[in-house]
C-alpha cells in the first residue's frame, strides 16, 4: 500500500474517532458507563459502516466484561475491505464516567491478515519505550528484567518509576519491585496512555509491567512496533473457553510473543481522540457551540498530535 492511501484510511479513522468521542462527551462524569459505552460502540459502528472502504474488526475491548463492543469478524463500511482494526470506543470507562482522566476513543489497524487475533481476555504485559535497546524476558526473575532497564536506561533502582495497575493480582508484583527500590505508579485505570507515554518518550514513566486487558495489550503492540518501544505479551484467559480459543490459534498456553509476532502487517497505524485531560494533551472542550480537541496519530511512517475544530 503506497503512503497516501495509507494517510487517507489514517484520516479517516482518526475522524471516526473524534466523531465517537463528540457524541459519548456529554455522559462525561455522569456514572452510567454502561450507558456510555453503548453508546460509543453504537456510534464508532455507524461512523465505521459510512466509510467508503470496507473495515473488519479484529478485535473490541468489552468481551471479556461482558458489556457491549463490537465483535471480532464483524465487516463495515463499504467497497474493498482495506484494513483490519483493533477498536476501544471508550477507552478508561471508569475513569469517564466518575469526570476523571485518561478516556480515549481508539482505533488502531494494519493490512488484512496483518494483526494476530487474540481472544477478549487479559494479557501480562512489559512495555518499555524506545530509549530501551534490550529486550525483557518475562520468564526470567523480575530483577532480571529490572536491571537489563537500569543499564539501558542509565538509572538506578531508585530513579525508574515502573507503572503497575492497582488491583489484588499485582500484589506480588507491587512489593516485589519496591523491595528492589523502584518506585512504582499505581493507576487505576489507564493503561493505554500510560503505555503511550512510555511508547512517545514523553518521560513521566520508564515502563509498564503487569497484567491488564487483552486488547489494550494489542493496541500498545501496535503502538510499540511503530515507535520501536519493547512491547512482551503473555495471553492470560480468565476463562477455560479463551484459553481453548487461543491454543486453537497455535499458540500454547503461556506463550511469550513479541510485538512483531501480534503485529505482523506491512503497514499499520494507530488513532486515538483524547476524551478528557491527559498526561498527553487537553480533552475535548466546547466553545460558542464548536467543539475543540486533540487526536493522536501514529505509524510507521509518522507520530502526529493534531489540534481539531468541529
Not at 533502582?157 to 500484589?171: M, N, T, Y
Not at 481522540?273 to 460558542?288: D, M
Amino acid at each position: 500500500m503506497n503512503l497516501s492511501l495509507q494517510q487517507e484510511i489514517a484520516f479517516s479513522l482518526r475522524k471516526v474517532t473524534q466523531a465517537t468521542a463528540i457524541q459519548v462527551l456529554p455522559l462525561f462524569g455522569k456514572y452510567n458507563k454502561t450507558h456510555a459505552d453503548s453508546l460509543a460502540v453504537e456510534v464508532m459502528r455507524k461512523e465505521l459502516n459510512s466509510l467508503p472502504f470496507g473495515t473488519r474488526i479484529i478485535l473490541g475491548e468489552g468481551e471479556k466484561d461482558e458489556s457491549a463492543y463490537l465483535h471480532e469478524g464483524e465487516i463495515l463500511g463499504t467497497g474493498e475491505i482495506l484494513v483490519d482494526l483493533i477498536v476501544d470506543p471508550l477507552e478508561c470507562t471508569t475513569n469517564f464516567s466518575k469526570g476523571l482522566p485518561n478516556s480515549l476513543s481508539v482505533i488502531a489497524y494494519a493490512n488484512i491478515n496483518g494483526i494476530q487475533p487474540v481472544p477478549g481476555t487479559y494479557m501480562e504485559q512489559w512495555i518499555a519505550g524506545p530509549k530501551f535497546m534490550d529486550s525483557f524476558d518475562p520468564n526470567a526473575p523480575l530483577s532480571h528484567n529490572v536491571e537489563k532497564l537500569c543499564d539501558s536506561l542509565k538509572k538506578t533502582h531508585s530513579e525508574l518509576l515502573i507503572v503497575v495497575q492497582d488491583r489484588p493480582r499485582h500484589e506480588n508484583l507491587i512489593r516485589d519491585l519496591r523491595n528492589l527500590g523502584i518506585r512504582v505508579a499505581l493507576i487505576d485505570s489507564g493503561s493505554v496512555t500510560a503505555g503511550l507515554d512510555i511508547c512517545l518518550n514523553k518521560g513521566h514513566y520508564d515502563a509498564m509491567i503487569g497484567t491488564y486487558g487483552a486488547p489494550e495489550g494489542l493496541l500498545l503492540a501496535v503502538v510499540a512496533k511503530c515507535t520501536g518501544s519493547e512491547m512482551k505479551g503473555i495471553l492470560r484467559p480468565h476463562k477455560e473457553i479463551y484459553k481453548e480459543k487461543w491454543k486453537s490459534y497455535g499458540f500454547e498456553d503461556g506463550q511469550v510473543l513479541d510485538k512483531t509476532e501480534f503485529i505482523k502487517g506491512e503497514f499499520y497505524g494507530f488513532e486515538a481522540t483524547i476524551l478528557s485531560t491527559n498526561i498527553l494533551g487537553r480533552g475535548i472542550q466546547k466553545f460558542y457551540g464548536k467543539y475543540k480537541g486533540n487526536s493522536i496519530s501514529i505509524s510507521n511512517s509518522w507520530v502526529e498530535f493534531h489540534e481539531w475544530e468541529s
